[in-house]
Nanobody
Framework: QLVESGGGSVQAGGSLRLSCAASGYTYSSYCMGWFRQAPGKEREKVATIDTEGTTKYSDSVKGRFTISQDDYKSTVYLQMNNLKPEDTAVYFC?????????????????WGQGTQVTVS
């Protein structure tokens, strides 16, 4: 399972760090991704990290967000800086078995419950 934490409310320009703790599977064999869903919009892919640590970001967050992971803690992080109101959404972490991380969300089979991020 995946359990997210770290969401909250912040003013524009501020920062938050989301965490996602994994359990119940061999973490090192899975790619990890962060997705978000804003009210009235479809869920979108934000950032991914593959099993070799290669990261990729959507254009909307590139340069502001950083995905990282701690294999020993089986935890993936999303550091979000210079937050904007349009970043307001429920953020989900997800995991998929395999080497390719930047794929459609349907290929991610394990999902967390989501954490709310509100930027005003």
């Amino acid at each position: 399972q995946l359990v997210e934490s770290g969401g909250g409310s912040v003013q524009a320009g501020g920062s938050l760090r989301l965490s996602c703790a994994a359990s119940g599977y061999t973490y090192s064999s899975y790619c990890m991704g962060w997705f978000r869903q804003a009210p009235g919009k479809e869920r979108e892919k934000v950032a991914t990290i593959d099993t070799e640590g290669t990261t990729k970001y959507s254009d909307s967050v590139k340069g502001r967000f950083t995905i990282s992971q701690d294999d020993y803690k089986s935890t993936v992080y999303l550091q979000m800086n210079n937050l904007k109101p349009e970043d307001t959404a429920v953020y989900f972490c997800a995991a998929r078995l395999g080497h390719l991380a930047w794929v459609e969300e349907k290929f991610y089979k394990i999902w967390g419950q989501g954490t709310q991020v509100t930027v005003s």
